[in-house]
């Protein structure tokens, strides 16, 4: 699992286009967007935690990559 601080997400247009890039390179990941927090979770994906980082800021929302819970 990993979790992304994305501050330029405020809508549920953003949220979407944030979905839209990470399935866009890990079509079988399950995305849950938290508007309120600014928040992304991204479970099921191969990864690495950078390389969706930067297909979330590529569709124009910086991503920092969080630590994921244990």
Do not use: H
Not at 14 to 19: F, I, L, N, Q, R
Not at 25 to 40: H, M, S, T
Request: one cysteine or more; charged letters at 20%.
């Amino acid at each position: 699992m990993f979790r992304y601080k994305v501050d330029k997400m405020g809508c549920g247009g953003c949220a979407k286009s944030v979905t839209r890039a990470v399935l866009g390179i890990e079509p079988n990941a399950r995305v849950e967007v938290d508007l309120g927090a600014k928040l992304v979770t991204v479970s099921g994906a191969a990864g690495p935690a950078d390389r969706i980082a930067q297909a979330i800021a590529t569709a124009g929302y910086p991503a920092m990559p969080l630590l994921a819970a244990a």
